[in-house]
């Protein structure tokens, strides 16, 4: 089976864990990686045995040593344009980590160079990539529940994170929000229109920046997307995922802690419908079949959309829609403001959705 090769940009403590994903990975082959800090490619030869022939300190080295089709660009966001774009300039297709970029104006400028050059852009959203959420956008496609009208979504966690995250202006949304945001648009097949939006700290927090907020989304299909997390939750916890109800004229889907669930207006559409139980007059979906999920699966369509030479799902293109809410929810967050997403696409209004960092 042939292999994509891949260097790897970035190491640090996530970036160790790519590497780990791309050796047990049967779709790609590891060519090389590169960091600027020697003693991180040192401790990467050590710790997963890798020749030090296959270790550089920049990118113009590596692909003058190595062969490679592609690049893992798993820097800091704040450096992902002028990463993935000096790789898609050395003819390597490139798989990022999430978020895509920091602002609009470089996303836009990303996947504008993928396209002149003819090169695959895609983003690291792992969270579509599982076995629930794919059941929920087959269940959605089917047209259960009939045209989505609103959709209720919680997301309670309180995890005790140090480091870059408790120092952020909008860590929710910002860092974690992103992944709910994608499914959205990327499960629930719905696009963004407008944003309303707020955020707020509690007093037994351990985060400088917001980690509670409450996000409206107004979608192209008239329906309404109601959002509600908390990184500091003191009593109720849910799934990474959240707990979705997704409701319309046919009834509800109920997507919670693995479980997908139908509870038809109809009784009738609760009898013999295939790929689920009933259950007291609701429907208990099996959850789809997945070779891989989250990363592992997110490598193996990154690698078949370039062998096939296709966009992948999550294509820089289709991410910039993901990218415009979370920036979208920030700007309301901290303006009252209502933001209209398609202005976030207008290059005279780049610099008044950026700088929101404190």
């Known amino acids: 089976m042939k292999k994509l090769r891949v260097i790897q940009i970035g190491t640090g403590n996530w970036g160790f864990s790519w590497i780990e994903k791309a050796l047990e990975s049967k779709d790609i082959e590891?060519?090389?990686?590169?960091?600027?800090?020697?003693?991180?490619?040192?401790?990467?030869?050590?710790?997963?045995?890798?020749?030090?022939?296959?270790?550089?300190?920049?990118?113009?080295?590596?692909?003058?040593?190595?062969q490679a089709d592609a690049a893992f660009v798993v820097v800091p966001p704040k450096f992902h344009k002028d990463v993935a774009i000096e790789a898609l300039n050395c003819g390597l297709h490139c798989l990022v980590e999430k978020p895509l970029a920091e602002n609009m104006r470089d996303a836009i400028e990303m996947v504008e160079t993928a396209e002149r050059v003819g090169k695959k852009l895609m983003v690291s959203q792992n969270y579509r990539f599982k076995k629930a959420p794919q059941t929920v956008r087959e269940v959605v496609n089917k047209k259960f529940i009939g045209e989505i009208g609103t959709v209720f979504i919680n997301f309670m966690k309180?995890?005790?994170?140090?480091?870059?995250?408790?120092?952020?202006?909008?860590?929710?949304?910002?860092?974690?929000?992103?992944?709910?945001?994608?499914?959205?648009?990327?499960?629930?097949?719905?696009?963004?229109?407008?944003?309303?939006?707020?955020?707020?700290?509690?007093?037994?927090?351990?985060?400088?920046?917001?980690p509670v907020a409450s996000v409206i989304f107004e979608m192209d299909n008239g329906a309404t997307v109601c959002y509600n997390g908390s990184w500091v939750s003191s009593g109720w916890e849910t799934t990474w995922d959240g707990d979705w109800r997704i409701q319309g004229p046919g009834g509800e889907i109920h997507w919670d802690n693995n479980k997908v669930v139908v509870h038809p207006a109809d009784i009738f559409i609760s009898v013999f419908q295939d790929g689920a139980t009933e259950q007291n007059g609701t429907l208990v979906f099996d959850l789809v079949d997945m070779e891989n999920e989250e990363r592992m699966a997110a490598i193996a369509e990154f690698a078949t959309a370039v062998f096939e030479d296709r966009q992948p799902q999550t294509s820089g293109r289709d991410n910039l829609y993901s990218l415009a809410m979370v920036i979208g929810a920030m700007y309301a967050a901290k303006t009252g403001e209502t933001v209209e997403v398609e202005q976030m696409f207008d290059p005279s209004l780049f610099d008044k959705f950026d700088g929101l960092k404190e």
């Open 30 to 66: 590891l060519a090389g990686i590169v960091d600027m800090k020697q003693e991180m490619l040192d401790y990467a030869v050590n710790t997963y045995h890798l020749s030090r022939s296959m270790c550089f300190t920049s990118l113009g080295e590596a692909v003058k040593a190595v």
């Open 158 to 210: 309180s995890p005790h994170f140090d480091g870059f995250r408790t120092e952020m202006f909008e860590p929710l949304i910002n860092d974690m929000s992103i992944h709910h945001f994608d499914q959205i648009r990327g499960i629930l097949g719905l696009k963004p229109v407008r944003i309303k939006a707020a955020s707020w700290n509690t007093n037994w927090s351990w985060f400088k920046g917001n």
